[in-house]
């Protein structure tokens, strides 16, 4: 994306922030450690949205999903699924993270994120380690999402429940945070918009987009 094309992006939307990470940084974000992500991930961060949102906040839903890193022949890489097809399903067929809706057992939303990844994808919640969190996302579904980041064993013999997860797959970390591998889409949506909609070049036959594709790239940004 040009430098002049990011300003505008930025000009007309406030509350979404192009994140444009330089190419000698990429090969760096490999030779993170531990301690370094999570000491990046203390940085704040803004609100995202997938429309700008006019709900208040006792009208969102708590929510969580989790970030998995993983090391693969000496690479950070990021750990998504796609969610099984269903009609009638807003999200169904979507690249996700694993995660879901807070329930009042789960005590807090970082046990939520681990609920949900072992449920729908078999990590085992004493297998993660807990490294940080990004800031709330406001999904168009009205749910406020927490981004949960932890790391976790690689190889690992993941168990998927096939009603709600179709695959699940790596990206790299470099590989998402090349700028040549993102671009963004205005978009309309019931009678509602244009909105600058963040769109991943097609990786391994999957489409990155929304609002995973957002809380990635604000993942990325506190990373540089």
């Known amino acids: 994306m040009s430098r002049e094309a990011a300003s505008q992006i930025n000009n007309t939307s406030e509350w ?22 999570s000491q990046r991930l203390t940085r704040d961060t803004a609100i995202t949205h997938d429309i700008p ?12 999903v989790l970030i998995p890193f993983l090391r693969i022949a000496d690479e950070w890489q990021l750990l998504y699924i796609r969610r099984a097809s269903h009609e009638q399903d807003h999200h169904s067929g979507q690249v996700a ?32 380690t807990i ?11 009205r749910f406020r999402i927490t981004p949960v980041v932890g790391h976790m064993p690689w190889p690992y013999q993941l168990q998927l429940d096939r009603q709600e997860v179709a695959r ?10 090349d700028p ?4 963004i889409e205005q978009v309309s949506r019931d009678g ?24 990635t790239l604000s993942l990325l940004s506190l990373l540089d």
């Open 16 to 37: 979404y922030q192009v994140v444009n990470i330089s190419f000698h940084r990429m090969a760096d974000l490999n030779h993170l450690s531990l301690e370094q992500i």
């Open 53 to 64: 949102s006019h709900w208040r906040e006792d009208e969102l839903q708590p929510a969580a």
């Open 97 to 128: 993270f694993a995660g879901g809706k807070f329930e009042t057992d789960d005590g807090s939303l970082h046990q939520t994120a681990l609920r949900e990844a072992q449920e729908e994808i078999g990590i085992q919640p004493q297998h993660v």
């Open 131 to 141: 490294l940080g969190q990004l800031g709330y996302h406001h999904s168009i579904s």
């Open 168 to 177: 699940a797959f790596t990206i790299p970390l470099a590989w998402l945070a």
């Open 180 to 183: 040549g591998h993102h671009r």
């Open 192 to 215: 509602l918009g244009p909105f600058p909609v963040v769109y991943f070049d097609e990786y391994d036959g999957e489409l990155l987009w929304g609002a995973t594709a957002r809380m």
